[in-house]
């Protein structure tokens, strides 16, 4: 597997040997200072280009990167909207199992970015013509401190949807479960898990991509609760689950409102918990709900 330096020194040597790239920035998990490093990070690369239809044009010319084990032309997705006279990118993953994932784009298009984006590191200009931008940061990421309606939206849309889990345990209708539970109920406990989070920390980290870094700062008890809020193609366990999701949740609310003052709708959750329990164990031949 080619090294750091070596793949910092190709992605730059193709740049300064080709007038048509003007300068190379660098964006995503190696330009956070927060990010835990390993092997599997991605070489996120953004060149600077007169114009973008030439390298789309080429078939041949990322090559120079490397031997290609598969990849994708996101730009060419028909489920994907495209401006690629500004924008291009080849998402490559390499026989060594180094990753690159590279956009050529327009001096225009990278002002822009390079200002909106606060993880963006500039590597190479050769003409000074990208904005002057501080040291990469992932402040934009950090957990942001709820007002009480925000907190209050959290903790109904929580307790709302445990009313679709309860209808698709009852029918058995596992993979109807798996996706209410893991897009729509997660994420509120996943928000308010990060709401103590920030709490613990003044709200100055970033929990990363679906939570992935909330072991950190939770204590390994919590931790351990949470991954056991996961479960698999059985009914019993999926409720098991749930009910340990209903607990984290309203142990993490009730803490997070005291901190805020604000108050917790307790008679919406037990509403809510009730229903729950009470449809799951309803006979599968049930004519009426109460």
Same mark, same amino acid.
């Given at each position: ?66 031997? $290609? =084990?598969?990849?994708?032309? /996101? ?8 401006? #690629?006279? &500004?924008?291009?990118?080849? %998402? ?36 000074? $013509? =990208?904005?002057?931008?501080? /040291? ?8 942001? #401190?709820? &007002?009480?309606?925000?907190? %209050? ?138």
């Amino acid at each position: 597997m080619r090294s750091e330096k070596e793949m910092y020194e190709l992605i730059l040597n193709i740049a300064n040997d080709d007038s048509r790239i003007q300068a190379v920035y660098m964006n995503g998990s190696r330009t956070n200072p927060n990010a835990l490093k390993d092997l599997f990070q991605d070489y996120d690369i953004v060149y600077v280009v007169n114009e973008t239809l030439s390298f789309i044009e080429d078939k041949d010319w990322i090559k120079n990167f490397g031997e $290609i =084990l598969y990849m994708q032309y /996101p730009d060419e997705s028909p489920n994907c909207e495209s401006d #690629k006279a &500004n924008c291009y990118g080849w %998402l490559m993953q390499f026989t060594d199992g180094n990753r690159i994932d590279l956009h050529v784009v327009t001096l225009e298009y990278a002002k822009k970015d390079v200002l909106a984006d606060k993880l963006c590191q500039i590597l190479l200009d050769k003409n000074n $013509i =990208l904005p002057i931008i501080p /040291p990469a940061t992932d402040e934009d990421h950090h957990i942001k #401190k709820p &007002n009480e309606a925000q907190y %209050l939206a959290v903790c109904n849309e929580f307790w709302w949807c445990t009313n679709n889990l309860a209808k698709g345990l009852w029918r058995k209708e596992l993979p109807y479960v798996q996706d209410m539970t893991n897009f729509c109920v997660r994420k509120q406990l996943e928000k308010m898990l990060s709401f103590k989070i920030g709490l613990l920390t003044n709200f100055s980290v970033s929990i990363g991509k679906s939570g992935k870094y909330m072991h950190r700062w939770l204590t390994e008890k919590e931790w351990q609760t949470y991954l056991a809020t996961y479960f698999g193609s059985n009914t019993e366990e999926a409720f098991k689950a749930i009910i340990t999701m209903c607990d984290l949740f309203e142990e993490t609310a009730l803490f997070v409102g005291s901190k805020l003052g604000y108050t917790y709708n307790i008679k919406e959750a037990k509403a809510a918990r009730s229903f729950l329990e009470h449809v799951y164990n309803l006979p599968s031949d049930a004519n009426e709900i109460y």
